[in-house]
């Protein structure tokens, strides 16, 4: 348990709304990770963040954003959500400097209708 | 981008035997990272590997990388229902710092009694 929290674990919402999908952690990890799981593609990285308002597009970012204004919370936003964004959305932490390890949060099951 | 294939995509033992699964990449490997799922579930770190040749074992499981193949193998020995689920090899095809993943579609392991 490397100390990961997503909120919320499920969220049913309509097309064009716009959504917001925390994570969490608690043990000061620098790095920080959205990902999707999608049935025939695996996981798809969205955005990632490797410090306080440092953050980077990762291989699926269209349609996304993200912030980290402090060092626990990255924050996932679907500006105007789409059927296609219908997903399962992964969190995950680098766990240390010298450490490439990641650690996924228990993930956050979006519909959008 | 990286594509990472794995082989197989489903596989049923019997329990007590032993089984490899395999995970091939397009690209060079700079760290290849195993992960377990269940369905409805996060993912479970096993192991990563970042170096030609290494191998690590995490109870009854042992994954090796071939960095000249560009291949990773998961073996697991002496299966038990308790090793059901989806495995999931993931790569870091850039390396530096950024540590960003690419995953393949996984391998659906099933366990019979």
């Known amino acids: 348990d490397a100390g990961i929290t997503q909120s919320p674990r499920h969220k049913v919402t309509e097309t064009g709304t716009p959504v917001t999908l925390r994570c969490h952690q608690t043990?000061?990890?620098?790095?920080m990770y959205w990902y999707r799981q999608d049935p025939g593609h695996g996981l798809r990285l969205i955005h990632y963040?490797?410090?306080?308002?440092?953050?980077d597009k990762g291989e699926v970012s269209d349609g996304y954003s993200v912030s980290r204004s402090k060092t626990e919370d990255f924050l996932l936003t679907l500006e105007s959500a789409t059927s296609s964004q219908t997903s399962v959305y992964f969190c995950?932490?680098?766990?240390?400097?010298?450490?490439?390890?990641?650690?996924f949060g228990p993930g956050t099951r979006l519909t959008v209708t | 981008s990286q594509e990472l294939e794995q082989s197989p995509q489903s596989l049923i033992v019997q329990e007590g035997k032993n089984l490899t699964i395999n995970c091939t990449s397009s690209k060079t490997l700079y760290g290849l990272y195993w992960y377990k799922q269940k369905y409805g579930e996060g993912l479970i770190f096993l192991m990563m590997?970042?170096?030609?040749?290494e191998e690590k074992s995490h109870e009854k499981i042992t994954a090796k990388l071939d960095e000249k193949k560009q291949q990773s193998s998961l073996h697991i020995t002496a299966s038990q229902p308790s090793h059901a689920g989806i495995y999931l090899c993931g790569a870091d095809s850039q390396g530096g710092g950024g540590n960003k993943l690419t995953f393949g579609t996984g391998t659906q392991l099933k366990v019979e009694l």
């Open positions: 043990e000061n990890h620098r790095y």
């Open positions: 963040s490797y410090g306080v308002k440092d953050t």
């Open positions: 995950a932490i680098r766990s240390g400097t010298n450490s490439y390890e990641q650690y």
């Open positions: 590997l970042q170096k030609g040749g």
